[in-house]
C-alpha cells in the first residue's frame, strides 16, 4: 500500500493589518480582538468535532500570529507546537506594510509589446517580478512547496495540522488543484480556514481532500 501523509492547511486569525489591508510578509503582526475571536470559534469546532484526535503532528509558522492562533485553537489538547520558519508567509520586502490592492493586480499574460503601457506600479502577481529585499512569487511557490514535500517525508504516513498563511494556502491550492502561478483563485482566503490534503510519498503527488472548510465562521446566533 502506498503510503499518504496528510494535512490540515490553516491560516492565521485576523490582524490589524488584515484588517487595513497592508502586507505583512514577515513583519511579525500579532493578531487583533477578532483573530483571537476567530481562533477561539476554530477550538470550539475542533473540540465540537473531535478533529484533535486525528492529529499526530503540529507545526506553525514561527511568526506570532500563526503561533498564536495555533495555541488558542489546540488549548484543550496536550499537543505540542513545532514552529517552522520555512512556512512564512511570503517576503515582500520594501513592500511591507503597504495596502497591497495596488501592487497584487491580475497579471496580463500578453508579450509586452501587446500591452498599451508600462504599468505604474510593480505588480507582485507577476510571477517573476523582482522584489527588493523579498522574494519573487516564484520563488516563494518554490519554498512552500519543497518545505511541505519534506514535511511529508519527515512525517511520512502521519496526519499533521499546518498554521500558516493565506500565501502558503494560495501555493498548496495550486499545487493541489493542478493550477500555475497565473490563475485566479475564486474567492479570498479567509482568516482560520482550514484546507485538507494528502501528498502520496511514493512519486509525491499533491491531491486535495476537502477544501475551504469555513463552517466555524459562521455567526453562532444565526445558524443555532
Not at 60 to 68: K, Q, T
Not at 93 to 99: R, V
Amino acid at each position: 500500500m502506498t503510503e499518504k501523509t496528510q494535512f490540515w492547511l490553516i491560516r492565521h486569525g485576523e490582524t490589524a493589518w488584515n484588517a487595513k489591508q497592508r502586507l505583512q510578509g514577515w513583519v511579525n503582526i500579532p493578531l487583533n480582538e477578532a483573530g483571537r475571536q476567530q481562533a477561539q470559534n476554530l477550538q470550539r469546532y475542533f473540540q465540537s468535532r473531535q478533529i484533535c484526535s486525528l492529529f499526530d503532528t503540529v507545526i506553525s509558522s514561527d511568526l506570532d500570529r500563526a503561533h498564536e492562533t495555533a495555541a488558542i485553537a489546540l488549548q484543550h489538547t496536550d499537543l505540542p507546537i513545532t514552529r517552522d520558519e520555512r512556512l512564512r508567509e511570503r517576503s515582500y520586502g520594501i513592500y511591507e506594510g503597504k495596502h497591497w490592492r495596488h501592487l497584487m493586480r491580475p497579471v496580463d499574460r500578453r508579450p509586452p509589446d501587446a500591452q498599451e503601457e508600462t504599468p505604474p506600479s510593480p505588480n507582485l502577481r507577476d510571477p517573476h517580478q523582482d522584489v527588493p529585499e523579498g522574494e519573487s512569487l516564484v520563488q516563494f511557490q518554490q519554498r512552500i512547496v519543497l518545505a511541505i514535500e519534506d514535511l511529508a517525508h519527515a512525517y511520512a504516513g502521519q496526519r499533521v495540522a499546518l498554521f500558516a498563511h493565506g500565501g502558503v494556502i494560495d501555493i498548496v491550492w495550486r499545487q493541489t488543484h493542478g493550477l500555475d502561478l497565473y490563475a485566479q483563485r475564486p474567492r479570498p482566503i479567509q482568516n482560520t480556514s482550514i484546507n485538507h490534503f494528502q501528498i502520496t510519498m511514493l512519486d509525491a503527488q499533491w491531491a486535495p481532500i476537502e477544501w475551504e472548510i469555513t463552517e466555524h465562521l459562521q455567526d453562532p446566533k444565526k445558524t443555532a
